[in-house]
């Protein structure tokens, strides 16, 4: 026993060691969604008449408060085809004017009238509430083995006038559609 | 019931405690995030909220789990050696590559009262009513967590989860993509080597590969300190796929193949033309193959269920005896959450196993090719009587054997979350033990009368033999006061009735029998202590009594048996374990544990009544991680004594002692 002591004592004495504090840095979610709404930004296409002109700025939204403001600044400096990407902020759905890709505060009131009201315009609407995509919602994230994934409903992508590139579909967790 | 249950028992993925798989890509800053496809992006693991973290406090039984950071840490080569981190489970190593483990008693080179399960395939072994250790080797690396329960689990397991069950879970393919290369090699480690490979095989596919080689040396014999021939080599690979049909349905179809060679000195071996016996250099052969697909479908967030089919063959070849065995078993659950008042399961199984014996004089099963067949199903209720604070829960396992016919076995526990700190629970439950092809039809010969002509005494199976029972009452009180400590306490007292025993029936022949009731009690304390980011000390202590009496009138003076259950298993167990983080890339773990003495007593007469003294263990280790991708490894185990006594084979391996063992591992991720 006088060993398994002395042992004892000796690993609290080298345990006094100073540590050293930790790196390693998952990414968040927050960096992962934004960099996700960029790529969808690349791959959907709107209606010609949502833009004023070749330089007009393609807007992405956020209704509700913003939970990744940080993490979409650097988009302010990027370009989808060639327009700038312009970022906002709406606090209610009411407010919201020009707008291309509206990501939806999953703690928002009402997410079902909010949807309703938004149907059938040219806004692409991505939020994380369950059964989004079934509420008229256009792209719902969604969480699989640990991996960020999305669903399409392209139902509500078609009455809004929004073209999905193929590419984009095929990565698609789910794609709901009614039967033709 | 047990949250934990379920999700073993329906091989979900839940996890008990959160395990934080390292980053599998560092980003510097949100740019070069957005620099990404789409297609790399869906490759990023997250922490996911999603992933709840189930309490260990909401269980009303004695659960402990280890999970991958314990295995890495712990230094363990094998699934035995970390399962001597587990308090209350006694973990003895009686040769190089023949464990006895069980939990609560009755330990054994055929320790049968505890289930053991790999991914959700039994790997207990019907025949003789064990588990072969030396082929149970899965790559470490993948493991993503191995849940003890001490005490019956018979109720969601069935048969043969009397006193224990261990769940060993390996991760998800899309939890070890990448590649993994790992070497080591010391004085008893010949040689490990490990390669696994994961990949995303399309967009809702996973997949991983793996091959598997462990070589060990040999021990020596406690007597006369010669070899003990128990060298071992074992080869294996398999694959392992997961993957998503839509949010409702995913599906995992996993398979392994191996083959061991593991040497054994058998003495004494006995031959049909002589008094004398032999000794044989025998050369254990073992193959076996398995493959496993489970599909599992949520209808809705509380309502899903899981159809699960496995086959399983393996073939073992001994000098005494060469075993083959085919196994299909299915298995269906269905799990309903209603009102937050009921969270309901219930299942069907079936198993159909084939037996083949290639039977020797010293051992013979007969009839030597058999198939039988065991129906189960059962069903559990757990019942929120208040909500968050007062559980009742209610199962009962029924089941149909080829031995016994109709085994009923249920459970009822309690659980009362009196603070958010502090829990206790308590339950009642019987669970059976089914006897074995050996104790039903076999005859195994034991020594030869000392008067000439020396006839031999055989021990010989009884058709008529019953099932085990076991009643047992537990309880058990947590109190975690904060995320710095935590201490778990459980006492139990099991009633058995109708264990096997021997009974005398002529000068040369015994039989098995259900001869024995007896009690066992005892209690198991684990203490986790974090005082700092870089200190975590885990403290557990177990105590155990048993005390069996053999009705059998013949028996009454001097029971074998009786001291094989009594003796077998160490009262006092004392283990302390530390990690220490010495710096960012340093880490020191060390596993001081102490075991009480044993008295071993086998059937053949010198192997029995030997006293294996009490002993201090000491493994200790030093990982040192230079790049995020390398780590080296230098483990000490058993550091106090060149060699001990652990525990010896009841039947015809002479007292073997573990040696001291160091070894080095390198390990390579890519």
């Known amino acids: 026993m006088r060993h398994f002591f002395l042992t004892i004592a000796l690993a609290f004495v080298l345990s006094l060691a100073p540590p050293c504090g930790h790196t390693a840095e998952i990414p968040s979610e927050s960096q992962l969604k934004a960099a996700y709404l960029y790529n969808f930004a690349k791959f959907i296409s709107w209606p010609e008449d949502t833009f004023a002109n070749e330089q007009d700025p393609l807007v992405i939204g956020v209704l509700g408060n913003n939970p990744f403001s940080k993490e979409l600044a650097p988009l302010t400096e990027r370009t989808v085809r060639g327009r700038p990407i312009k970022i906002m902020q709406f606090k209610k759905v009411e407010d919201i004017q020009a707008c291309h890709l509206l990501y939806i505060n999953p703690a928002i009131r009402q997410l079902e009238a909010v949807l309703k009201t938004l149907h059938g315009k040219p806004i692409v609407t991505v939020g994380d509430n369950k059964n989004f995509a079934h509420h008229n919602g256009m792209i719902q994230f969604v969480t699989r083995r640990e991996r960020l994934r999305f669903i399409v409903n392209l139902d509500v992508a078609k009455s809004n006038r929004i073209k999905i590139n193929s590419q984009l579909l095929s990565l698609a967790f789910e794609v709901l559609e009614t039967e033709k | ?670």
């Open chain 2, 1 to 670: 019931m047990l949250q934990v249950m379920k999700n073993i028992s329906t091989g979900l993925c839940v996890s008990l405690v959160t395990i934080t798989a390292p980053p599998s890509y560092l980003w510097a800053a949100d740019e070069e995030m957005l620099d990404l496809e789409l297609s790399q992006l869906m490759q990023i693991q997250i922490t996911s909220a999603g992933r709840k973290e189930q309490n260990l406090a909401d269980v009303a039984a004695a659960v402990y789990v280890i999970n991958q950071e314990a295995i890495h840490n712990s230094g363990a080569t094998s699934i035995p050696e970390a399962l001597r981190m587990v308090p209350g489970l006694q973990v003895l190593r009686m040769s190089s590559n023949k464990w006895a483990i069980t939990s609560r008693g009755f330990n054994g080179v055929f320790s049968n009262k505890l289930l053991v399960q790999i991914d959700g395939r039994s790997v207990y072994t019907p025949s003789y009513s064990g588990v072969y250790w030396d082929v149970q080797n899965v790559v470490l690396e993948d493991v993503d967590r191995i849940e003890v329960i001490r005490g019956p689990g018979a109720t969601l397991w069935g048969a043969n989860a009397v006193n224990g069950i261990i769940n060993i879970i390996t991760k998800q393919s899309s939890d070890t993509q990448g590649g993994l290369i790992s070497v080591a090699a010391g004085n008893h480690e010949d040689g490990i080597a490990s390669f696994r490979y994961g990949a995303q095989l399309t967009e809702d596919t996973y997949g991983r590969l793996y091959v598997h080689r462990h070589d060990q040396d040999s021990y020596q014999h406690q007597a006369d300190e010669t070899d003990a021939h128990d060298d071992s080599q074992l080869s294996s690979g398999g694959f392992r796929l997961d993957g998503d049909f839509g949010l409702q349905n995913n599906w995992t179809v996993q398979g392994d193949l191996y083959h061991g060679d593991a040497s054994q000195l058998i003495f004494p071996y006995w031959t049909a033309n002589s008094p004398m016996p032999s000794t044989v250099d025998d050369q254990t052969e073992s193959d076996g193959y398995n493959l496993l697909s489970r599909w599992q479908h949520k209808i809705s967030e509380t309502n899903t269920w899981t159809l699960q089919a496995y086959f399983d063959a393996t073939e073992r070849d001994e000098v005494y005896l060469g075993q083959t065995h085919h196994t299909f078993d299915l298995d269906f659950q269905h799990r309903l959450q209603w009102a937050n008042l009921h969270d309901l399961v219930w299942g069907l199984g079936y198993r159909n196993i084939s037996e083949e014996f290639a039977n020797s004089y010293m051992v013979s099963i007969n009839p030597a090719e058999k198939t039988s067949e065991l129906f189960s199903g059962f069903i559990q209720d757990e019942i929120s009587l208040i909500e968050n604070t007062l559980k009742v829960t209610l199962g009962t396992k029924l089941e149909h054997n080829d031995y016994t016919g109709f085994e009923v076995q249920p459970s009822a526990r309690l659980l009362w979350k009196a603070t958010p700190n502090n829990t206790i629970w308590t339950s009642v439950s019987r669970a059976v033990r089914t006897p074995s092809r050996v104790e039903d039809s076999g005859k195994i010969v034991l020594e030869p009368l000392p008067i000439p002509p020396f006839p031999k005494i055989s021990v010989y199976g009884n058709p008529e033999l019953e099932a085990e029972t076991v009643i047992a009452y537990e309880a058990g009180y947590r109190y975690s006061p904060s995320s710095v400590f935590s201490t778990d306490l459980s006492f139990f007292y099991n009633d058995y009735n109708d264990l096997a025993d021997y009974r005398r029936i002529d000068m040369t022949s015994i039989m098995f029998t259900n001869g024995i009731e007896g009690h066992s009690y005892g209690l198991e304390i684990s203490n986790q202590w974090r005082p700092l980011s870089w200190l975590t000390a885990e403290l557990n202590y177990s105590y155990i009594e048993l005390k069996m009496t053999s009705l059998d009138m013949s028996n009454q003076v001097f029971s074998i048996s009786e001291l094989v259950s009594e003796e077998s298993s160490p009262k006092h167990q004392l283990s302390l374990r530390s990690s220490i983080d010495l710096s960012e890339t340093v880490h020191f773990n060390i596993l001081g544990r102490y075991v009480d003495q044993i008295q071993t007593s086998g059937q053949a007469a010198y192997s029995s009544g030997i006293i294996v003294d009490d002993y201090v263990a000491l493994d200790v280790n030093i990982i040192w991680q230079p790049t995020k991708n390398l780590e080296l490894m230098l483990v000490g185990q058993n550091l106090l004594d060149s060699n001990h006594l652990e525990f010896v084979h009841e039947y015809f391996i002479e007292a073997t002692e573990v040696d001291r063992s160091v070894y080095a591992k390198l390990t390579w991720t890519f």
